[in-house]
């Protein structure tokens, strides 16, 4: 028998489904799915089903001082029980495997676990690798006609990264986390690639701080020749004789505006034509792609598993790359022709054909493992992919379009003009040739409209205008800048940093896009910054990164490498030592400032955001137990603190993080305050308890903010029915012949939302979403349900029942945050 092991299920039906011409089946081992046909079996992973861990006697915080486990002893364990069963039962019978896992450093690494999984089963069957850039017939076909062996150097540099980001994050995590006193869910995580990552976002923040804004004013003027107007704008030689357009005293600038406003004509000095030539875009590597999917609103995150997706699915090449120089075997001829037949592409493709010859551009980065992104020859019809998978692909297209594409041509005319001793300037600007442009319409082409004009010629002045601005501070790093940065700085990898983001995400370290650190993320740099520099240094990050590349390219050994890292480590626990409880109270204080909101009404204190024992989350009084103020908050989504303040509370405003269902809550004493003054809508009889007592439903504001309906009798009878939190509630004439009750219409918006009933609503809702498909969530597409029903998950009600993190740690390329949007959406 020969067994294959892939990376994912879905690769592994995918390739099975080439390699056996459509002929493969479906078995079971155990749990697993396994395609098989002849004496071939094909068995998918789940990513790592194998991972790094300290041994038991180390998972106790309390009876481990972090400082141990800087060379505390590493061990493998299973994690995912279930495939490695299947692996080691199909590697008795196996008389051949071939490992066919993503080619980079963690599919390699991933392979050597697979490989380590056969050989504790069987040592005689060889062991063979493949390697490919796409998941099409002709490459798979291939890459099994021509089997490799595994590269165990840049396995054990994957190995080696897993090893270091264990023992820095398990250390430095346990450290902070004991000496603020924070436990359980609300540990300080810290990272060997989060920090310096975090401290690029902290430094942009105090730059952002210390900004002083100055003023200044820009004068403009609209000119006109024959009544076709234009608009100039006032110049002067400053200092450095460079051309300025800002004046920064008011006094010259209302002066410069007098002057003008006097002046009727001016006569144009100069005028200036040139084109220039507009090249088209490099392929696109990992860190460009982000870049462009983030300008289409793609969070990096989610860009890359739409990314994985197509992969997986045969429709792109591989998204993880630095090379921006397609390989000599690829044909872009060959590829556009495919494309010619296509209703959704054919007349760009066509027309590209059209040119004489076809040169695509070339980056700067040219390496031999995978080619930069691009689509592959099987394509995908627009009804296959979600909304979501068609923009990227779509994406991944155009952009190949426009590598191949001519380039654009872009025609400038500069006028000046000159009037009582004042300069006017307008640059026009207009797209000749559009070139690239025509299928790659993501680059703006807005022209510039200036008429042509002559030296000499005599312009009217229409209009006259002071603009009174000041300078900007510097702008915050969106997502796909701060991994640009990233990628400069050498910390982490293009399959790694934007999983870093969405860590500091997921942990309460950033918020908001662009990402802007939280008090918890400020202090957290800080401290080390003050007492243990090499936490956030990039350059060590940068250090050890290459020390990795160093292990692949077979110069270093994986124990030489994280043996350095325990060395650098052991340096920053002995800075670390002395400081620990001011370093505790610096954490603690910022902590709290995350969560407060402001003065109690009833004694003074500060209240704070606090969670119960059974996870809910309300507004309490820090002086507890003397005051026992409280106020609730909603029962959906996480709280975050914003800066707003309620002007006549003076508590700061309350948002909820609930995926796309986040909302603004606002002043948590304004909404109670409302509910309070709110009287309830009796609608009809409870279905509870009517016949025994008397119950009747009413529509109730609670002081969440929360709006229901509820029994009257409450709390001796809890029965409700949750109803939307915003829009007027109608109440009308048309009555339930089941229960009757009123039907409800809802008035949010253009068109009111006729709720019904509110018992048969809520109880046909409910019965949907329970059963409903999981590709009914945003953002689920064919490959990530595949990977949700791999981890238990079936339907949507199963969704709503899972722990985020957990099932985030069990599905690649599903962040926790994902999963909370998800079970906001089912809610």
Request: aromatic letters at 8%.
């Amino acid at each position: 028998m020969e067994l294959i092991v892939t990376e994912k299920h879905k690769a592994a039906r995918r390739i099975a489904d080439i390699l056996s011409d459509g002929s493969a089946t479906t078995e079971r081992v155990g749990s697993v799915d396994v395609y098989r046909w002849g004496t071939h079996r094909v068995i998918g992973l789940s990513g790592h089903v194998v991972g790094k861990d300290f041994p038991e006697e180390y998972a106790e915080w309390r009876d481990v001082e972090p400082a141990e486990l800087v060379h505390a002893p590493v061990q493998k364990r299973p994690t995912q029980d279930d495939i490695v069963r299947a692996v080691k039962r199909l590697a008795r019978k196996a008389d051949e495997v071939v490992i066919a896992t993503d080619y980079d450093r963690e599919g390699e690494l991933i392979g050597k676990e697979a490989y380590e999984l056969v050989r504790e089963e069987n040592d005689d069957a060889p062991v063979h690798r493949v390697r490919f850039s796409s998941i099409t017939e002709n490459e798979v076909k291939d890459a099994f006609a021509n089997p490799d062996d595994l590269d165990f150097d840049l396995a054990a540099a994957g190995e080696a990264r897993q090893i270091v980001d264990l023992i820095w994050g398990a250390a430095l995590t346990r450290f902070l986390s004991l000496s603020a006193q924070q436990r359980g869910e609300d540990f300080i995580s810290v990272g060997r690639v989060q920090t310096p990552t975090l401290r690029l976002i902290v430094e942009k923040e105090r730059e952002i701080d210390a900004f002083d804004p100055e003023d200044y004013w820009e004068l403009f003027a609209d000119l006109a020749k024959n009544g076709d107007a234009f608009e100039a704008q006032y110049f002067y030689r400053d200092e450095d004789d460079t051309e300025a357009e800002r004046i920064w005293d008011e006094a010259d600038a209302k002066t410069a505006t007098d002057i003008l406003e006097d002046e009727s004509q001016a006569v144009v000095e100069s005028v200036s034509r040139r084109t220039r030539t507009d090249d088209p875009p490099a392929p696109f590597n990992t860190t460009q792609f982000i870049r462009a999917a983030g300008s289409l609103g793609f969070a990096a995150g989610r860009a890359m598993s739409i990314a994985e997706d197509l992969y997986t699915a045969g429709y792109i090449t591989y998204p993880r790359t630095d090379n921006t120089v397609y390989p000599d075997d690829l044909d872009p001829e060959e590829l556009l022709e495919t494309f010619a037949e296509t209703s959704a592409f054919g007349s760009d493709a066509s027309s590209l054909l059209e040119a004489d010859s076809i040169e695509p551009t070339r980056g700067d980065t040219e390496t031999t493992d995978h080619p930069p992104i691009h689509p592959t020859p099987d394509q995908p019809a627009r009804g296959d992919l979600t909304e979501d998978e068609w923009q990227v692909y779509e994406l991944v297209v155009r952009r190949f379009f426009a590598t191949v594409a001519e380039p654009a041509v872009w025609e400038h005319l500069r006028v000046v003009a000159e009037t009582a001793g004042l300069r006017l300037k307008a640059n026009g600007k207009r797209l000749r040739e559009p070139g690239y442009h025509q299928v790659y319409p993501y680059f703006s082409t807005d022209e510039n409209y200036v008429p042509d004009v002559s030296e000499g010629e005599t312009l009217s002045i229409e209009d006259v205008r002071l603009e009174d601005k000041e300078t900007q501070p510097p702008r915050r790093y969106g997502q796909s800048r701060l991994i640009e940065t990233m990628e400069d700085l050498g910390i982490g990898t293009k399959s790694t940093r934007h999983n870093t983001l969405e860590k500091l995400y997921d942990r309460g370290y950033i918020e908001e896009d662009p990402p802007r650190p939280t008090r918890l993320a400020r202090a957290v740099v800080e401290a080390a910054e003050e007492f243990a520099d090499l936490i956030v240094s990039e350059e060590m990050t940068g250090e050890l990164e290459a020390e990795m590349t160093a292990i692949a390219n077979g110069e270093k050994t994986l124990e030489e490498v994280t043996e350095d890292s325990r060395d650098a480590l052991d340096r920053i626990f002995a800075e670390l030592a002395e400081s620990r409880e001011e370093i505790g109270e610096h954490l603690q204080e910022s902590l709290k400032a995350d969560k407060t909101l402001g003065p109690c009404p009833e004694c003074g204190e500060d209240l704070l955001v606090r969670q119960s024992r059974q996870g809910s989350y309300f507004v309490g009084c820090d002086g507890y137990p003397d005051c026992r103020f409280t106020l609730p908050l909603p029962n959906t989504g996480e709280p975050v603190v914003l800066l707003e303040t309620c002007e006549e509370h003076g508590l700061r405003e309350v948002k909820m993080l609930a995926g796309r269902n986040t909302f603004v809550h606002g002043c948590p004493l304004c909404k109670a305050e409302e509910a309070d003054d709110e009287e309830d809508r009796i609608i009809g009889p409870c279905p509870e308890c009517h016949d025994e007592h008397g119950g009747e439903l009413a529509i109730k504001r609670l002081r969440n903010g929360n709006r229901l309906v509820g029994c009257t009798r409450y709390p001796d009878c809890e029965y409700s029915l949750p109803l939307p939190r915003r829009g007027e509630i109608e109440i009308t004439d048309e009555y339930c012949e089941e229960h009757d009750l009123p039907e409800l219409v809802v008035h949010d918006g253009d068109e009111p939302w006729e709720l019904g009933c509110p018992i048969c609503n809520y109880e046909e809702y409910a019965a949907e979403r329970e059963s409903a498909d999981l590709e009914s969530l945003d953002g689920v597409g064919p490959t990530t349900a595949e990977r949700l029903r791999d981890a238990g998950v079936d339907t949507v009600g199963d969704v709503a029942d899972v722990d985020p993190d957990d099932l985030a740690d069990q599905v690649k390329g599903v962040s926790a945050d994902t999963v909370r949007e998800w079970q906001a959406d089912a809610d």
